[in-house]
């Protein structure tokens, strides 16, 4: 064969290759082209979706950072080997660790063992085993409200979603004075949760700066001076911030001013047994006022007392005044409580509710809860004792009982917000800034360290 005949076909070959190149080129850029028209219809430029949004700026602003929780991201964030974290009320052991309940850890062995248990909805009120045992954990298996049936329970996402539940009810029903009176001061997240269901906050006196305890005159002049029927929050036990309760008698006045102001009473409960170790005397306060037949509201929360902090159990409870109607009035109320967790939450969930339940029904793992909670009660009573102990052995100035006259998971220092910044910056002891610590963060192999601290900054201020 010649050789322009062999020479041919390659460069036909030739020829073909190039033309397929730049077909598939030219389909290739065809197709960008068309996914890029399709994109800028999909994607508006952003000058054109700022200017279409619903929630601008001046609408919808920044919101702040929740101060808790941006001071646990510094402490996390802090590398410091000296760093303490006493900010968030949660209980640490002597070794700073989170701490199961041991009661805990036999409740979920039993109910992982239960072939009968499953993941089907609870009704909306809740477990009933739970919600009935939380009522009498709170009022007492002998109180006149359960007896004579004018009470009813609801289970709720712990004792934030038990006071959300109670403020909806109250927005939506109360027509009194619809201002709550709240301690100053008070758990940060009172203020918004009544504030976001459109009832407004005001304060009233609590603690006293100059003595670090209660400001009893103030409190009761406040109450005095508050319109009639005026919903007035209070605390049980281990005042949230404070760690300042009052005494069974101030709680007796108390309740007399109340009942000649027609108040309403809401209790907020959320650490029963935690704060002295005992769950009935811890509950004193509640039982008087219902003793009394006080109408009232009380939230529970089993987050410290269980340390179920993240399983979210809590309890609602609601108790109208003794009298011929007072069936009839807790069963509308109760109708319309479920009403307004089906639309909130639909049903609550197991978990937490059952741990609880089944501690709360069984004899022996109650006793043995009450150790539990003698435990950590105890630990966070010999830290106070401690740090009360370490700074006047070295003469800090100014007088330290407050340690140890107040009582629960919190202490108010007394310490001021620029001695508190200089404790974070200087020594990574993060607190909140009114100088609130929780104690539970408090351990033997760490107190001599903060001890020192806090005398530096006192002494140089």
Not at 110 to 118: A, K, Q, S, T, V
Not at 368 to 380: F, P, Q, V, Y
């Amino acid at each position: 064969m010649p050789p322009s005949s062999t020479a041919a076909p390659a460069r036909t070959s030739n020829i073909s290759t190039t033309t397929s190149s730049s077909t598939a080129s030219s389909s290739s850029s065809s197709s960008l082209s068309r996914i890029s028209n399709i994109a800028s219809h999909l994607a508006p430029a952003s000058s054109t979706m700022a200017s279409t949004t619903n929630f601008p700026a001046d609408v919808v602003p920044q919101a702040p950072e929740d101060p808790l929780f941006g001071l646990m991201r510094a402490f996390r964030a802090d590398e410091s080997p000296d760093k303490m974290d006493l900010g968030i009320g949660a209980y640490r052991d002597d070794n700073g660790k989170p701490w199961v309940l041991p009661v805990v850890k036999k409740a979920d062995e039993i109910l992982r063992n239960n072939p009968d248990l499953n993941h089907e909805y609870a009704p909306i009120a809740g477990i009933q085993a739970f919600t009935s045992k939380s009522a009498e954990l709170m009022f007492g298996a002998d109180s006149p409200a359960l007896k004579e049936g004018r009470a009813t329970s609801i289970q709720t996402i712990s004792g934030t979603g038990a006071v959300h539940l109670g403020a909806l009810f109250l927005a939506k029903f109360y027509k009194g004075n619809r201002t709550v009176y709240v301690s100053n001061p008070t758990w940060a997240n009172h203020h918004q949760i009544f504030n976001n269901v459109g009832l407004p906050t005001a304060q009233y006196p609590y603690f006293d700066k100059k003595t670090k305890g209660l400001d009893f005159e103030g409190m009761t002049q406040a109450l005095r001076e508050a319109p009639d029927r005026s919903v007035v929050l209070l605390h049980p036990c281990a005042h949230n911030p404070t760690g300042v309760d009052p005494t069974l008698d101030q709680w007796k006045e108390l309740a007399a001013i109340i009942r000649q102001k027609n108040h309403f009473p809401f209790f907020d409960s959320a650490y029963q047994g935690f704060a002295s170790g005992n769950l009935v005397r811890d509950a004193a306060a509640v039982r008087y006022f219902v003793e009394q037949g006080f109408e009232l509201l009380l939230a529970q929360s089993f987050a410290k007392n269980f340390g179920l902090y993240g399983e979210r159990a809590g309890c609602f409870h609601a108790i109208t005044s003794p009298g011929p109607g007072a069936a009839e009035t807790i069963a509308r109320i109760a109708s319309q409580l479920a009403i307004l967790q089906r639309s909130e939450i639909s049903n609550p969930p197991l978990y937490g509710a059952r741990i609880a339940s089944t501690v709360l029904n069984d004899p022996k793992l109650f006793a043995e809860w009450e150790e539990n909670l003698a435990t950590m009660s105890g630990r966070i009573i010999s830290m106070r004792k401690a740090l009360r102990s370490k700074l006047e052995e070295l003469g800090t100035p100014g007088t330290w009982n407050h340690i140890t006259d107040q009582i629960g998971m919190f202490s108010f220092t007394g310490l001021t917000e620029e001695q508190v910044l200089r404790l974070r910056n200087e020594a990574h002891v993060y607190m909140t800034k009114n100088g609130r610590i929780s104690m539970a963060g408090l351990n033997t192999k760490n107190i001599d360290y903060f001890a020192k601290a806090v005398h530096k900054v006192v002494t140089t201020s």
